[in-house]
Nanobody, 126 residues
Framework: QVQLVESGGGLVQAGGSLRLSCAAS????????MGWFRQAPGKEREFVAG????????YYTDSVKGRFTISRDNAKNTVYLQMNSLKPEDTAVYYC???????????????????WGQGTQVTVSS
């Protein structure tokens, strides 16, 4: 199985940028579809962005389209989430997750992902 470790979170002002990293070990990220989720206090964990196993498909939740970009570097065994034009409502703990799904599509439900990192806090001040 794969182990996932997120990093890159922090405190940023509205309009700023952060790049989250998800480093994998045990297996290669190319063996999985990968997703980023987030969970704000008192709210359910929600899908943010995902990339298919082969990397041909990406998908974003509407609220981050045009601001966030998911990518993967198979050589570094790492998945990234570039977050630009951050807003206070983006404040949450961000989780990286791996999905064993072999299809070309990106799945978006929490229960569909098999492995999870511990999360990294992103706080956007107004």
């Amino acid at each position: 199985q794969v182990q996932l470790v997120e990093s890159g979170g922090g405190l940023v002002q509205a309009g700023g940028s952060l790049r989250l990293s998800c480093a994998a070990s045990g297996r290669t990220v190319s063996d999985y579809a990968m997703g980023w989720f987030r969970q704000a206090p008192g709210k359910e964990r929600e899908f943010v962005a995902g990339i298919s196993r082969g990397g041909s498909s990406t998908y974003y939740t509407d609220s981050v389209k045009g601001r966030f970009t998911i990518s993967r570097d198979n050589a570094k065994n790492t998945v990234y989430l570039q977050m630009n034009s951050l807003k206070p409502e983006d404040t949450a703990v961000y989780y990286c997750a791996a999905d064993r799904y072999y299809g070309v599509f990106v799945r978006k439900e929490v229960y569909e992902y098999d492995y999870w990192g511990q999360g990294t806090q992103v706080t956007v001040s107004s």
